[in-house]
C-alpha cells in the first residue's frame, strides 16, 4: 500500500513529496520513508511496527537520516523564537515499546546527533534593543537514549572567537533537565553554565569568576537562546 502527498506536518513541521510505501511480512509493518524539508534538505529512512508476543504492546522503531537542510527556512516553519541559520543533517535510530501513546517517553531507547555548519543563532529582540546574531561554524551534539533518558557528552558550538561546550542529562517522562555547558570568549574568562529544571522552561545560570552573578537572563537572552535553548530544542522536537 502506498501513499505519496505533496505537503504533510509531523511534529511542527512542513514536509513535503511526502512517499510512504506500507508493507506487512510475517506480522511486521514496514514503512520506507522520503521526503523534503521547506527550502531546502532531504529526510530518508524507515519505519517499522509490530506486536509483542503478549499482543498487548507495539514495538515501533524509526530510522532516519537528514542531509542538506535549511536551517533558517526549517526554524522559521517552525515558529521559532530563535531561528539558526545554516546547513543542517542528523542521525535518529530509535526505538519504543508502546501500550499506550504516552509510554514512549519512558520506553525509548536508542540515539541521535545533528551537526550544523556555517550558520548562526538569531535571538528575537526583546526590551527595545535589536535582534542579535551568533555566528558559529560548527554546532553538533550526539545523544544515547535509555527509557527515556538521553545523556549528551559531546554538545559544541565553535567559532573563531567562541568555544560552548556541554554535557547533561534529559528525562523525558519527568520534561526535565540537567545540564552544564562552558563558554569562552576571546578576552574574558571561561563562564560556566548549569541548565536545570523544566525542559520547556529551564532555568539558566551562571558562574563568572567563581561567583554566582544571577540568572543569564541578567545578562541578555542571548546566553539563553545559545545555550538552554539549543541543548533543549531535539528533545522538544519530539514532545509536540
Known amino acids: 500500500m502506498g501513499q505519496a502527498s505533496s505537503c504533510k506536518r509531523a511534529f511542527s513541521t512542513t514536509l513535503s513529496h511526502v512517499a510512504l510505501t506500507l508493507t506487512q511480512k510475517n506480522g511486521v509493518l514496514s514503512a520506507p520513508l522520503k521526503a523534503s524539508f521547506p527550502g531546502g534538505g532531504r529526510l530518508d529512512g524507515s519505519a517499522q511496527a ?11 522503531s524509526l530510522r532516519a537520516h537528514s542531509t542538506d537542510v535549511n536551517m533558517l527556512n526549517l526554524s522559521r516553519d517552525r515558529k521559532q523564537k530563535t531561528l539558526i541559520r545554516g546547513t543542517g543533517r542528523a542521525d535518529v535510530d530509535v526505538r519504543t515499546m508502546q501500550t499506550y501513546w504516552e509510554d514512549w517517553k519512558s520506553t525509548l531507547d536508542g540515539r541521535f546527533s545533528f551537526l550544523v555548519s556555517n550558520g548562526a543563532i538569531i535571538s528575537p529582540a526583546a ?3 535589536k535582534s542579535s546574531s551568533t555566528e558559529f561554524k560548527t554546532m553538533s551534539m550526539s545523544a544515547v537514549l535509555n527509557k527515556g533518558v538521553a545523556t549528551c557528552r559531546d554538545f ?3 567559532d573563531t572567537l567562541t568555544t560552548v561546550t556541554g554535557e547533561g542529562t534529559v528525562n523525558l517522562p519527568a520534561e526535565s533537565i540537567d545540564a552544564r555547558a562552558t563558554v569562552t570568549l576571546a578576552g574574558i574568562p571561561e563562564m560556566p553554565l ?23 537572563s541578567n545578562i541578555g ?6 545555550v538552554g535553548g539549543i541543548l533543549s530544542a531535539p528533545f522538544k522536537l519530539f514532545m509536540k
Open 50 to 60: 509490530a506486536l509483542d508476543k503478549s499482543g498487548q504492546s507495539v514495538q515501533v
Open 221 to 226: 537572552s542571548t546566553f539563553i537562546d545559545l
Open 127 to 129: 526590551g527595545g534593543e
Open 194 to 216: 548549569t541548565i536545570t529544571g523544566n525542559l520547556f522552561a529551564p532555568k539558566v545560570t551562571y558562574r563568572l569568576l567563581g561567583a554566582v552573578t544571577g540568572t543569564v
Open 156 to 158: 559544541l558550538i565553535k
